[in-house]
T-cell receptor
Framework: ETGVTQSPTHLIKTRGQQVTLRCSSQSGHNTVSWYQQALGQGPQFIFQYYREEENGRGNFPPRFSGLQFPNYSSELNVNALELDDSALYLC???????????FGEGSRLTVL | EDQVTQSPEALRLQEGESSSLNCSYTVSGLRGLFWYRQDPGKGPEFLFTLYSAGEEKEKERLKATLTKKESFLHITAPKPEDSATYLC?????????????FGAGTTVTVRA
């Protein structure tokens, strides 16, 4: 059974740039969620995708967008990067969107 | 707005010294309360789900309990490998997503 994998693991961007983060969900899981975790904080919900449709969104501006593909993999796109976007971005998959989430190891984004 | 508060922020234990972590929550319509473990530089790892007051779950040296306003994670005779940040999260009814609202976590350090 393959777990959740994310890429890249680390990246550095400058303010105003755009970034795409990728996630492969665990085999058999049809729901993908993205979370942002700032240093010393708990993860914050960005959005969730179920069968390629966004079906829930947290308090994040529209410059945070996403996609889910037919194979249930997913992308998180962030436009016009700001310094406060520096964080660990976590992807999590689940079967039918339950709270029992399987997280990847995250993508550490630094915005300079 | 859903609120999840964890205490203490940090806990230093001697190996074998049992203790408890607290998670208090203020939500309208609890669907489930979740405990996760997070090691440095890793994504959270699912531990337990609790659904109703009075419910208890156990796994090795960990035991989670739930009341109408809070949950406790009891660590019995901890070992150094139990050192991690323990995150509490809640999911509520009323939306079509299963977003989790996390607390900031309790960082547990167990010394040999």
């Amino acid at each position: 059974e393959t777990g959740v994998t994310q890429s890249p693991t680390h990246l550095i961007k400058t303010r105003g740039q755009q970034v795409t983060l990728r996630c492969s969900s665990q085999s058999g899981h049809n729901t993908v969620s993205w979370y942002q975790q700032a240093l010393g904080q708990g993860p914050q919900f960005i959005f969730q995708y179920y069968r390629e449709e966004e079906n829930g969104r947290g308090n994040f501006p529209p410059r945070f967008s996403g996609l889910q593909f037919p194979n249930y993999s997913s992308e998180l796109n962030v436009n016009a990067l700001e310094l406060d976007d520096s964080a660990l971005y976590l992807c999590a998959s689940s079967q039918d969107g339950t709270g029992e989430l399987f997280f990847g190891e995250g993508s550490r984004l630094t915005v300079l | 707005e859903d609120q999840v508060t964890q205490s203490p922020e940090a806990l230093r234990l001697q190996e074998g010294e049992s203790s408890s972590l607290n998670c208090s929550y203020t939500v309208s319509g609890l669907r489930g309360l979740f405990w996760y473990r997070q090691d440095p530089g890793k994504g959270p790892e699912f531990l337990f789900t609790l659904y109703s007051a009075g419910e208890e779950k156990e796994k090795e040296r960990l035991k989670a309990t739930l009341t109408k306003k809070e949950s406790f994670l009891h660590i019995t005779a901890p070992k150094p490998e139990d050192s991690a940040t323990y995150l509490c999260a809640v999911s509520v009814y009323g939306s079509n997503d299963y977003k989790l609202s996390f607390g900031a976590g309790t960082t547990v350090t167990v010394r040999a």
